[in-house]
């Protein structure tokens, strides 16, 4: 799952934290993509669950390698 911390409705917070909250998803890989790439947001990120951080822009290369990891 590609996520942005800011998204209209609900943020990447809340999404991952919903996701991981449910047996049926909570192993669902979660990419957090976002500008907001403060230590704050990475921490949280991480005690949520979230089991990458990319900073935008992003390298195309380091997405599609974690995308490769996750489905592997």
Do not use: W
């Amino acid at each position: 799952m590609l996520v942005d911390i800011e998204m209209p409705r609900m943020d990447g917070f809340d999404l991952a934290r919903n996701v991981r909250a449910e047996a049926r998803t909570k192993g669902i890989p979660i990419i957090f993509i976002s500008s907001r790439t403060a230590e704050k947001h990475r921490s949280q990120a991480a005690q949520i669950g979230v089991d990458a951080f990319l900073g935008k822009p992003y390298a195309e290369a380091e997405l599609l390698q974690l995308v490769a990891k996750f489905a592997a």
